[in-house]
Structure formats: C-alpha cells, structure tokens
C-alpha cells in the first residue's frame, strides 16, 4: 500500500469521532510543499476547529493524543495555526524502498477496480496535413492511454478522424480541375495536400473579396463612432463606451488585415489569380461536391475511396514516428450509415424537435439549440458524436469516454454529454479533456514566418535536427566517442521527439504555451533532455564501474539510507503511485512530469553529494548502485508513460 494511504488510515480513527465528513478531512493530508516542514502535512486542523467552534492548534494536539503511528513517523509536530507536520522513520523509507527496488512497477500495484474507457485523441481531419495544432491531442492524450493501462484499467485508443467532412468536397473538386498527374504519381499525398491549399486559397479568395467593402465600411464607421465618443464629455458611461469600442475597432482591424493577407496571397501570383478567375463559384461548387458524397453519388464515393488509403498512410507516417498506436481508427464515415436512426431516436424519445426546418435538441441553460439535422438535410459533427456514443457505449461497453479534444470545442461537448445523458448514456462517465494552444513567440498561435500553419512533420524534423547537434557536440567532446554516427541519429531522435513531447505534457492542459525549441532541448531544467541525462548518467556510473545493471538483481537488498540526499531520493521515489493517481484523477499528465522533474533533482544532489565508486564500504557502495538504477528505471517508466524514450549514453 502506498505510503500516503497507509498514514491517512491512520488517521481515520483518530479523527472518527470528531468529525463527520472524515474522508474530506483525510484528503488534506498531502506530500509537504517544502522539505523543512517534513514529508507530508495534515492541513485539516483548521477547517474541524472551525466546525467545532474550537482552536486549531487545540483540535490538532488532540488528534495527535489518539494517534498511532510511531512505527511509521517520528513524533508528528505541531506547526503554525495548527499544520500536523510528519516525518517518516527513515529506517521505514529504506525498508520500503529495499522491497521495490527491483519491481517494475515501482511497488504500485495494478488497479483493482479495472474500467473499460476509450481514450478519444488525435482525430484530426484528414486530407490535409498534420499541423502543430494536432500535437496536443495526440501527445496528451497518448499519455493518458499509457498511464490508465499502466495502472490497469482496459483502455481503447480510438483516433475519432474527420474522414467524412467538407475537405472532400474540396480535394474532389481540386483533383478534378488542378491535378497534376505526374506529381499525383510522384506522390500522392503531396498532391492531395497541394490540392487542398489550393482550393482553400482560392475559396478564402473569392470570400474575402466579397466580404471586403463590408469591413472596410464597418472599420470606418467604427472609427467615426469611437471619434464621436471621445468628443463627448468622458465620463463613466461614455469612458466605458471608448473601451468597448476601442476593443472592436481592434478586432475589425484584425479581420480585415485578414482578408487582405488572402487576397495579397492570391493577387501576388499570376497563376493563382488566373485559376481564382476562372472558378468563380469554387467555394460552392466544392460544397456540392461534399454533398454529393454524402447522397452516395458512385463517382464521388469511388474518389473518397482512392483518396482515404491516401490520407491514412499520411496520419500512420507520423504516428508511427511518434511511436504511437491507435486500437481504433473508425472516423466519421463509419458512423454515417447510422446518423438517420440516431435522429429518428431522438425524435422518438421526444428529445429532438423541428425548430424552422432543423432538427434542434434543445438544452436547458443553453441559447443555441444542439442541431442534429441541418434544414438542407445534412446530418453534423453532432449527429456523428451521438451515434458514435451509442457506438461506444454498446459495442466496447465503455464505462467512461475521454474527449481529448482542444477548449475551444467546450460548448459542444457540453451540450452533447447534456443530451447523451437524457438519451440513455447516464450510465458511461463522459468527459472533455480540454487543452489549449500552442502559441507562437509573438504571443499568438504558431505559424510560420509567412503566416502558414506549421506543419508536424517539419516541426519534428527541426526538433531531431537541433537534437543532433547536442549530442554531435556531447559526443565529440569525449575523449573517447561512444557513438556511431547510425546511433547518434537514432539517439537525436529519441531527444528531439521527447523535448517535443514533454515541451507540450509539462505545461498544465489548460493553458496556453509558447513554442520555444531552445526551451525544450535545455539540458538543464524541467526538460525531457534533462531527464535523459539523468538516466544516461547512471547507465554511464555502470559503464565506468564495470557493472551490469541487471547484475544487481537476485542479491538480497540493504538500502543505506546515510545521508539526506539519499533520504530525499527515496522518498520521492516512494511517491511514483502518488504522482500517478494524481495524474489520473483529473487526467493531468503534467502532474508526472512534475514528478519526474523533482526526482531528477533530488538525484542529481545525490550525485553531486554521494560517491558511489569511492562509499564507505561495501554495503553502502551496494545500497548507492541499488538507488541509482531504481531512480534510472522510474525516469523511464515515468518518461514511457508519456511517450518519451531514453538512451544509455547521450
Ligand atoms: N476532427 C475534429 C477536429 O479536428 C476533432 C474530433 C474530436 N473527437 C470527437 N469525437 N468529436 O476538430
């Protein structure tokens, strides 16, 4: 059992017949945030003391008087307005650690309350190239795959692609005007990206175009408004007015800026303008285009088969680089057959009504109904969630579904987990695990200099590029090079898609982060590189020493718990299972990173503190070699479940 848990069931009878709500009170026993304070603080003093109209420090010496721990802590301490400070026996440290230290799994033991959860990550929309803003999802949500099967629940990975949208009807209708055959032979996947950029830039084209007399009119008239104001008297009201009307000049300056960029785009090139003049219709045409897929049009349907094999060998190139694998990849098509029943349910069930030709579920709380079938007919990305719920929930049995999906997609998944519910889903657990963007210095999403959307594949490549520069450079300063040229590829790899990987897991999902490669490939600080120079520090102590790491195992173990450094290490290496339930209760992987990155601290000042070649005896010399290849196998367990590999030397 971990460590936490067993001094919480401690204190459960202690606090039994003070307070009611013991479980709350217990969830306030936590790791301390400082070491001076110990290793974990009981924080519950304050709130009972409240409850009991006492004090706190009071209700805490009395908690304290039943308490039984002796033979796990030292005598608990009563801190400040009333925080239980706990130490453990270091001598329970080592014995703890010496009973893991060859356990694969660190001393976590597998779940046993197992759940079946499909893990929905990725799902971009094919057909056009991965981009950078693919790689949140796919890299979080990877991770949380890999932590929930780590700590046994039954996990489908289900790469949910958009196979089915309006990009068809564009790359349709591209491939039968601007195909280039012999580029389509070259490469078909360069054709089907080129083709769908040029479509898009010439439908932006003809857009913008038509929308421009409109900005600039409302530019100018929002300029004349905020003139007319400033020349009133500025008080309260007329100060607020500026404000607002400050913040939609900025934003109609912005929207203009970008009509104008697509029609530099266009106007900058002869034959781009050419091709925009002689399909003035293509926005439209491509719609139509779309929906003629969906009515099953033969032509139609036979392109989207010769495209799909197409895009998917395009998605599997990258994943297979990031070393990722998907149980499922349906997409959208799959579910289309099964999108009319979906309506006719709801319908049935008196969820669903017709509200001016649509069909609509209405929701309390929400201004915008949830549209099922747009008037036209065409079913939505709605529609296809609905029956791919019913999917989930009837045919993987699925006790709980992650959404892995950017925050912008918030009101939709709200609205479709309120009407999944009411439809008979009320048993599954749903959630949106929301993220944010990838920003690029300028503070805005990351583009490239010409203002493209970066592309994942380059944006890789460029990781793997600077990567092998470090370790070129590592290696070169050795006396003795480690690597052959074929193993410092293999090498800048694993370090360029880690500081990717990490770069993205180590922020909190919510938030918004800058995309910085510097950053990223810093072999100090809270990096993926960092960590990997921790684990390739000890293969080398074994190198040097002329040990095998594998040597170690079949002995019996002592762990010598000597100093603080080696204190401190065992603790936080006791805290692997803590890390992970934490990570697990609200799918936060930047809770492991975090526990990587403090266990790489505490062994680097165990490095820097303690000498394995030159310790006392022999035993403590043992214990020390022990310590090391415990601390370099959790850095790669708890980096594998990220997605993230090591390398012995780098
Ligand atoms: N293809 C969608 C997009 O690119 C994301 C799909 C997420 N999953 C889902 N079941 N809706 O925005």
Redesign the pocket.
Known sequence: MNLLTQIKQRFAPALAGLASDVPALLDMIRPAQDAKFGDFQANFAMPLAKQLGRSPRDVAAEVLTKLQIDDLCESPEIAGPGFINLRLRTEVLAERLSRIAFDDRLGVPATEAPRNVVV?FS???VAKPMHVGHLRSTVIGDSIVKTLRFAGHRVTSDN???DWGTQFGMIIYGYRHFRDESSWRASAVGELARLYKLVNQLSDYHAAKALLPALEKNLLESRQKLQEIQQQPQDDRTKKLVSGMKKALAAAEVELQSAQDKLAKVEGSPALLAAAAAHPEIARRAREETAKLHAGDPENTALWTQFMPVCLAALQQIYSRLNIHFDLTLGESHFNPLLAGVVDSLQQQGLATVSEGAMCVFLEGNAAPFIVRKTDGAYT?ATT?LA?IQYRRDTLQADEVL?V??SR?SEHFQQLFATARRWGCEQMSLRHVSFGTVMGSDGRPYKTRAGDTVGLESLLDEAILRARRIVDENDDRREQPLLTAEERSRVAEIVGLGAVKYADLHHSRDSDYVFDYDKMLATTGDTATYMQYAYARVCGIFRRMQISRQSLQGQPVAIELATPEERRLALQLLMFGYALDSVLSDYRPHLLTQWLFETANAFSQFFDRCSVQNAETESLQRSRLVLCDLMARAIRTGLGLLGIDVAEVL
Do not use: A, K, L, R
Request: glycine share 8%; net charge negative.
């Open positions: 929905d799902s971009p929309n949910h692609i958009g990305y969630d791919t959404y999906v950017d997609q």
